[in-house]
């Protein structure tokens, strides 16, 4: 749970029960889980909207799936190029090295 292990999250509750209390301690949780649930509400309005933008233009879901492969797709094409472009460069220098270095290594 957000990275936090057992051991700190008693002291964290240790440090907010001295802080504010038993009897503010419930009210500040009552206070938190309304917030969390105002904030997954926004979240699900938000997503709903662009869903609603998005067909209302002519995407559905499966059209902006297909979009966002075509993306991811290109994306992975070019790191493959860049990645075999640099391997290839070591490749290379690598050759390089060996021919520089093959009669100093041959001499000693």
Known sequence: MFGIG???LVFILFVVLMLFGSD???E???TMGKAMAQL???TNDI???IQKGAEANGFDAKSLDNITGNINSEIEKAKT???GDASTQLEKTKEEIDT???PIKRQI
Do not use: D, M
């Open 6 to 8: 057992g051991g700190e």
């Open 24 to 26: 503010k301690v419930p």
């Open 28 to 30: 500040i949780a009552r």
């Open 40 to 42: 997954k509400n926004a």
């Open 47 to 49: 997503k709903s909207e």
């Open 81 to 83: 190029n860049l990645l």
């Open 100 to 102: 520089i270095t093959g």
